[in-house]
């Protein structure tokens, strides 16, 4: 299979592979130690094989940017339409873990997707072998719901999100009383192509990654921490008070605030003390 692909751009190339022996020097096999199996795979057994491939690429979850993100997809969503138009080839097991971003020498990156294992061929009246991963349900999500668990981070992508669910509702199959399958407009991988090329274009090109995003933020943290310490002393010289020893502690989260625990004992110093650099301040117990 990975022979048959290889001329399709944002397929991994097949360098080398060998099959997984176990300890017991037999070929790993799942028909040796597995005794159920799901109706899409039904009659068919894995034998394990390590595959060495090229070009090297991260999971889709590692993107650098949302409109990285949704490119990725967009790339996928082409080489399957390349692997049908060209192969007669359909993947059958898009999934997270089955896509990846491969980082160019350029600076660019673009969507791979591996893992063909379940495969299908397609025949030439259109129809195809029943295979992929078999979904045993269909499961409907709350939307409010699912907006709560949404980080405003994804906020940009929701537009997305909308459009897909449109996508969706309206040519999804439905079934009557009878439980006839009635007519409907098939998703074609245009339509996809399409809906995904004008949430790009919402997207802006110059942004920072999650990874600085969070730098920044635990950086104007940190300069809030120092500017209300620096606040708490000042207000001390200006009352002339004495200073008792004090530790920090950081309360659980991000957004929650420093708090100050007294120590038992009280330190004698004088504010003119303190600014002079005094180290050895007496402390009464």
């Known amino acids: ?163 897909w669910t449109d996508l969706l509702c309206h040519n999804f199959p439905s079934t009557t009383t009878e439980g006839k399958i009635t007519e409907h407009k098939p998703i074609t991988f245009n339509g996809i192509i399409e809906l995904l090329d004008k949430d790009l274009t919402l997207l802006p090109d110059d942004e920072l990654s999650p990874e600085h995003l969070f730098r920044k933020m635990l950086m104007n943290k940190n300069i809030q921490d120092v500017a209300n310490r620096v606040n708490i002393i000042k207000n001390i010289c200006s009352s002339g008070a004495a200073i008792s020893t004090s530790t920090t502690q950081k309360k659980c989260g991000l957004n929650d605030t420093w708090t100050i625990e007294p120590a038992n004992s009280l330190v004698k110093w004088s504010c003119k003390q303190m600014l002079a650099g005094d180290s050895k301040p007496e402390v009464s117990r």
């Open 1 to 163: 299979m990975m022979e048959a692909m290889k001329d399709i751009p944002g397929v991994p190339k097949l360098e080398e592979y060998c099959k997984v022996v176990l300890p017991s020097s037999k070929i790993d096999n799942t028909q040796n130690y597995r005794y159920s199996q799901s109706a899409s795979s039904e009659g068919t057994w894995r034998t394990y094989v390590r595959l060495v491939m090229k070009p090297q690429g991260q999971c889709l979850q590692e993107f650098q940017m949302r409109k990285e993100f949704v490119w990725a997809i967009c790339d996928i969503v082409i080489i399957q339409k390349r692997a049908v138009q060209e192969q007669w080839i359909l993947h059958c097991d898009c999934s997270l873990y089955n896509t990846m971003i491969e980082d160019k020498d350029d600076g660019s990156s673009n969507g791979m997707l591996i893992d063909w294992e379940f495969t299908v061929c397609i025949l030439e009246d259109g129809h195809y072998p029943l295979g992929g991963i078999s979904a045993k349900g269909m499961y409907f999500l709350n939307i409010g719901e699912l907006l709560q668990q949404f980080d405003t981070y994804f906020a940009p992508l929701l537009p997305l999100m909308w459009d």
